[in-house]
Nanobody, 123 residues
């Protein structure tokens, strides 16, 4: 599976962005997916994850209520709608996928990763 994340950019605090992660190479529908981020000087951290079915999702406490993860299996694309953005959301955002399931994605041990897209939130 090849993943490509895009949609990052510069936004003011309180604004919104939608990130997309396009998958190719293998059937997308059976993979759990997720978003992670890495801010300058910090370790990569979990943001959100979505199972391949049943609509199961999970979020980091820091983004709960502001970010929404979703997927369109027909388009082989996952999304992250980010609202009420804060300067502390500034980071490179990476998408991840794994056929072993939702729990594997949660741990950050996914087999497949996108190249990252930069989100900068100005105060």
């Amino acid at each position: 599976v090849q993943l490509q994340a895009f949609g990052g950019g510069l936004v003011q605090a309180g604004g919104s962005l939608r990130l997309s992660c396009a998958a190719s190479g293998r059937p997308f529908g059976s993979y759990a997916m997720g978003w992670f981020r890495q801010a300058p000087g910090k370790e990569r951290e979990f943001v959100a994850a979505i199972a391949w079915t049943y609509g199961i999702t999970g979020y980091a406490d820091s983004v709960k209520g502001r970010f929404t993860i979703s997927r369109d299996n027909a388009k082989n694309t996952m999304y992250l709608q980010m609202n009420s953005l804060k300067p502390e959301d500034t980071a490179v955002y990476y998408c991840a996928a794994d056929a072993r399931g939702y729990r594997t994605v949660l741990t950050g041990a996914s087999d497949y990763w996108g190249q990252g897209t930069l989100v900068t939130v100005s105060s």
